[in-house]
């Protein structure tokens, strides 16, 4: 790690934390030749393979952006979008993968979005499913509805 100050090319750890529930490591570092310390940070880089073939850094803002496209006008505020992220990033730093296929990140976003909000839910999974009819619709809202009986039955027991 090079000093920011001086630039030499290497620096002692005096310090280290695990910060973000985990995924990320804060080392507090000096300088042996300028005598300063700074902070780095640390995190594992895990990558999204698209269905292009190109890969980029997994995030969760993209994921929460899209997710926020599916509930506009929706009654869903800002932090139950960043509870969600945070859920998916969770599911997706479970699987211990290094590259994870991106419909592999729809799957994961398609159960939280479903709890939060079934009319979002809907929209989000009509794009990322590719409905082409209004049985593609019919049949999802099929199940949606089976669900919630589902859930009446057994909060009633």
Known sequence: MHCPFCRNPDSRVIDSRSVEDGTAIRRRRSCPQCGKRFTT??????MV????GVTEPFSR???IAGVRRACQGRP???DALARLGHQVEEAIRATGLAEI????IGLAILGPLR???E??????????????????FEREIQSLRAAAKERREQHDD
């Open 76 to 78: 869903v505020s800002e």
């Open 115 to 117: 709890e939060l909000d």
């Open 49 to 52: 393979a698209k269905r292009s």
């Open 41 to 46: 940070q640390e995190t594992v880089l895990q």
């Open 119 to 136: 009319v979002a839910y809907l929209r989000f999974a009509s794009v990322y499913r590719g409905f082409e009819s209004l049985e593609d």
């Open 61 to 63: 803002e993209k994921i």
């Open 101 to 104: 296929p991106s419909h592999e």
